[in-house]
């Protein structure tokens, strides 16, 4: 029993990390249409800069926390200013943007290996004393639990961001119906500009929370964005909530497969389920419209 | 009368609970020019799609000489006979004049892919024979001089004559045309009826939506108006122009 | 392009094949002779990987500069035919370890090929019916599936460890192992690169070919006009994957040693860079892109950590400036004479 919740927690730590991926990929598939490769080497970027400030500096972990999302927020936004506009305004195909994704994807992970080198580097624990909390019989790691709260809080707080906001309904508005949002004053450009800045930085959150288990590794975004995308898939891409519930459902999975099967299968099983849903079922668990 | 070409049978779409054609009835002759009217909104390219093949109807039957239609794929359906063109101009951009053409023959050249390798003789002598019959075919639309101009770099009116001779190229039993004469100048439009009536005088009856009711009144043989998605009225242009529930839906501000 | 001029026309493109093909045979020929220029083995490598790399960005244009489809998974392609011709062909893995019995080197290439079109059409199948970012996500899976079977069935692949010895290829007697002479193997790549780069431009001028097109320039009119779209999508797939299996096949049999890293995701991208560097939708640009992103990878070795990034530059800058590729330069530098682009860069 003290096994099964411990990779309970376990699975719900990777699910809320791809989770916080797969919500920036549902927002940027819903705001422009799009799907953004970059991601995942967003997240592995973010948890470098974190661990720069934190791990080499020595500054506050909630410090280094606050600057690397708000640094990773601007990287966000640069990119789908000097690129993804700048294609979008000369009208080139689709697949042309998607392309784009992936070649910075790559300029952003062959950067972190020349800056931070092709090692493997040790994140400093974020608390000091004892790592781990008794819930009953079963010590969990206080990253993990970080980890879970952290991503619920961002979760609740994207909800409430989006629904309650000003802003928020501005972005929703213009990811329905560009030309009536643009009529009825919405700067278009700029919230979907923010879009990307948001899931750069929700990618960067998820960086840092799971760089304490998984370390700051140059192709740690390689080995999670595909799993990112099975959520996405699955819960139905470009549905927020979809989103959460499949990159869980992917971070369980995976977790289960690993533990119970095998875990050289537990990578062939989360793809193969995607690669299922998409053929079967490509609107997801939660109905979103796969295109017009 | 002649005989049938096209029977619709109590055709009926329904987009989220909206029904956008309903229970719609009418039938096309062979050799006649039938006319498609209605206000905005009122059904008729849905209509078009629907026989085409590009949707698939709720409920009801479209059938061609005798054969039901219906739920094909647009390919299918282009091969039994039916070419047409589309509203918003779709055309193969960065192919010539002559390219387009060639590809409006599709359904009705034979080779595939093993052929097409080896280049076998059979594959060149139809090939021959598919740019003769392009050439044929511009000539006869008033295109040739710009057979191998790229169709993007055309006017706008001469795209919408691209569209009819791609479509007609492949011997379509029916031609369907959604508002040709939109974007054209009088004298294109001029000359665009005068084609109608001559692929008409070919023995390929023509279905067309148009709004320019000048244009619909002087050329079709029998009209059917349309409005909300329902058959309002069906009869010549004289007829139809006489009908009181058509000027109400033309005049009475369709709101 | 429809310009006039001698090298534009049919004849002077014959032309200009014929003396591609006639330097192509006798320089390498010169320098085994030390006439002019001097020998060099490993040029006769480059020469080969330039070779097959051209088999292989031909494919992926067939697909993605013809018919408009996108793949961010051939390495998965290029895997199955390499691994598929050492597992007929060699004799203590796959077929010869199960029966005893194996294919000779050539037959088992092609196999391979076919296997690879085979798994092309299934995975085009879903494919077809996608919305295209969900066909480039597809294709991505599949290349880590690809390359997870070949790391983790250690049973059939030897894991990550690899196959050493894969047999030579044997041909009416001759051996072309380059163990002995580069030369011949550079000969045997040229021969099917030349079957491969004429099978593509008759594919391309056929009905099938403009069928192709049709696709890639406006899918419901080529729906409209008599095309089975999901079935030339199909077919399209099938075509590229066979390409990109065989170039596998002649890659492996060449280097004498298979292993996954060869095929990881990365090998895709540099695949795609090749294809949009030298130009897709015609036929000179995926030649170039072969050999000019070659050379520079072989040349750039001591530059190995920053290849990757080199090439993501590189894909960037082109996507960004020059979608035509370099083999749309001129028409890029001509632009005001000549407006219409054939590529498939703008739509």
Sequence with gaps: MSTFISLLIGGLVLGCTYGMLSLGLSLIYQASGFMNFTQANLLMFGAFVCYQFFGVWGLPFVISLILSVAIMFGVGCLIERLVIRRLVEKHAKNVYVVLSTIAISIIIENLAMLIWNSRQHYFPSIFSGSSSVKIGSVSVGKESLLCIVVALVAMVALHFFLNKTKFGTAMRAAAMNKTAASCMGINVNRTISMTYGIAAALACLGGILIAPKMTAYYQVGNQISMKSFAGAVIGGYGNIYGAIVGALFVGLLETFVGAYISSAYKELIVYGVMIVFMIVKPSGLFNAKVYE | ?255 | MKEQGFFQSKKGKTVIAVVAIALAIIIPLMMDNNIIFTQNKYFYVLLCLIGIYTIVTSGLDILFGYTGQISFGHAGFFCIGAYGSVLLSHTQWGLGKATGYVLTPILSIFIAACIAAAVGALLAIPASKLVFHFLSMLTIAFNQIVYLIANNFSWLTNGSIGITSVPAVTLFGISFATTTSKLKYYYLVLFFVVVFLLVKTHIVNSRVGRGLIAIRENPTAANGCGVNVAKYKIMSFAISAFYVGFAGGLYVHMIGFISPDTFVQNTSVIFITMLLFGGSGNLVGPILGAAVITIIQEGLQFLADYRMLIYGIVLLLIILFQPQGIAGLGNTISGAVSKRKRGAANG
């Design chain 2, 1 to 255: 009368m002649g005989e049938k070409l096209l029977e619709v049978k109590d055709l009926t779409i329904n987009f989220s609970g909206l029904k956008a054609v309903d229970t719609l009835n009418f039938s096309i002759d062979k050799g006649e020019i039938f006319g498609l009217i209605g206000p905005n909104g009122a059904g008729k390219t849905t209509t078009f799609n629907m026989i085409s093949g590009a949707l698939k109807p709720t409920s009801g039957e479209v059938w061609l000489n005798g054969q039901r239609i219906d739920g094909n794929y647009m390919y299918q359906t282009n091969k039994l006979g039916i070419a047409r063109t589309y509203q918003n101009i779709n055309l193969f951009r960065s192919m010539t004049v002559l390219e387009n053409l060639l590809v409006g023959q599709h359904c009705r050249l034979t080779c595939g892919l093993a052929p097409a390798i080896l280049r076998t003789p059979r594959e060149r002598k139809e090939e021959a024979a598919a740019v003769e019959k392009a050439k044929e075919t511009l000539e006869f639309c008033g295109l040739h001089e710009k057979i191998d101009v790229y169709s993007n770099s055309l006017s706008y009116g001469e795209q919408r004559i691209l569209e009819i001779a791609r479509a007609l190229v492949s011997d379509p039993y029916l031609i369907i045309l959604d508002e040709p004469a939109a974007g054209m100048n009088p004298t294109e439009k001029n000359s665009l009826a005068d084609l109608v009536q001559r692929i008409r005088a070919k023995g390929v009856t023509v279905l067309l939506v148009e709004h320019d009711m000048k244009f619909v009144m002087g050329i079709t043989d029998r009209i059917c108006v349309l409005n909300y998605g329902k058959r309002i009225a069906l009869g010549t242009p004289a007829e139809v122009q006489a009908n009181p529930e058509v000027i109400e839906a033309y005049l009475g501000g369709g709101d």
